[in-house]
T-cell receptor, first 113, second 115 residues
Framework: GESVGLHLPTLSVQEGDNSIINCAYSNSASDYFIWYKQESGKGPQFIIDIRSNMDKRQGQRVTVLLNKTVKHLSLQIAATQPGDSAVYFCAETLTGGGNKLTFGTGTQLKVEL | NAGVTQTPKFQVLKTGQSMTLQCAQDMNHEYMSWYRQDPGMGLRLIHYSVGAGITDQGEVPNGYNVSRSTTEDFPLRLLSAAPSQTSVYFC??????????????FGPGTRLTVL
């Protein structure tokens, strides 16, 4: 079946450095992608989304890049802070395809002081 | 607004017991859903609802029932708990029926252990 996965289960970065979290998706029909942040003991929190008609979208300190050719999604966090330590999930869906998100397994981001 | 609330936060059941996980939102959101989260796996959709009186199955619906009698509440029922249902359960809501063009808000989760 279709699936969404992450290349790296754990990423350690120094405070102040930029972080890049990667995600591969396998359903070429997916047209909407979301990144979530989940802190320990809490529910996932929306970070940023992107539609398949875009290849880049920027938010506050975060940028999502979409490469449809290789079915790859990445989340870039600028000037990583200790508060960014969390698990990050990508998710994909086909809009109009039944309101169903498929989540990746998650990447643990650890920010070292 | 309280957002999305879930009760209880923790629950331990014996195999065969039944229980209901509660979920409520005070944002007048049309779309609500239940996910389970297991170690090493992403969130998986159990059931969802696009409005009061309407529910549908997600990816892993077996062993769970839902109902949506009001816009605010979306309880998840386990009729006969099994150890395989040990997991963390998250409820989520979003404003419109087209859930994924709109931000989903997640509750804090219920950690369920079935012995």
């Amino acid at each position: 079946g279709e699936s969404v996965g992450l290349h790296l289960p754990t990423l350690s970065v120094q405070e102040g450095d930029n972080s890049i979290i990667n995600c591969a998706y396998s359903n070429s029909a997916s047209d909407y992608f979301i990144w979530y942040k989940q802190e320990s003991g809490k529910g996932p929190q929306f970070i940023i989304d992107i539609r398949s008609n875009m290849d880049k979208r920027q938010g506050q300190r975060v940028t999502v890049l979409l490469n449809k050719t290789v079915k790859h999604l990445s989340l870039q966090i600028a000037a990583t802070q200790p508060g960014d330590s969390a698990v990050y999930f990508c998710a994909e869906t086909l809009t109009g395809g039944g309101n169903k998100l498929t989540f990746g397994t998650g990447t643990q981001l650890k920010v070292e002081l | 607004n309280a957002g999305v609330t879930q009760t209880p936060k923790f629950q331990v059941l014996k195999t065969g017991q039944s229980m209901t996980l509660q979920c409520a939102q005070d944002m007048n959101h049309e779309y609500m859903s239940w996910y389970r989260q297991d170690p090493g796996m992403g969130l998986r959709l159990i059931h969802y609802s696009v409005g009061a009186g309407i529910t549908d199955q997600g990816e892993v619906p077996n062993g769970y029932n839902v109902s949506r009698s009001t816009t605010e509440d979306f309880p998840l029922r386990l009729l006969s708990a099994a150890p395989s249902q040990t997991s963390v359960y998250f409820c989520a809501s979003s404003k419109r029926r087209t859930a994924f063009t709109d931000t989903q808000y997640f509750g804090p989760g219920t950690r369920l252990t079935v012995l």
